[in-house]
């Protein structure tokens, strides 16, 4: 049970990061395909842009310490929480 838990939190965190460097990388592709959009100029590009990797961010580092915690106990007794 532990070895499935531990490999489901590193999915998840591993996930969310991979969205965080592919939405960077997109948001560049985008910018570069279609310069007409003048995306990097809007502020409401740039609010929704650095929430939505703020909020993935924390999702990220969230699941890596519950990850690191769970690698560090020898058993589970107790809710990771």
């Known amino acids: 049970m532990k070895r499935n838990l531990e490999k489901r939190l590193s999915y998840l965190y591993t996930g969310e990061l991979f969205s965080v460097i592919t939405f960077i990388f997109t948001s560049y592709l985008l910018n570069y ?8 100029s809007l502020y409401s590009f740039w609010v929704s842009f650095l929430l939505l990797e703020f909020i993935l961010l924390q999702g990220v580092i969230y699941w890596y310490v ?16």
């Open 33 to 40: 395909a279609y310069p007409t959009l003048h995306l990097y």
């Open 66 to 81: 519950k990850w690191k915690r769970l690698k560090k106990r020898k058993h589970l007794l107790r809710p990771l929480g």
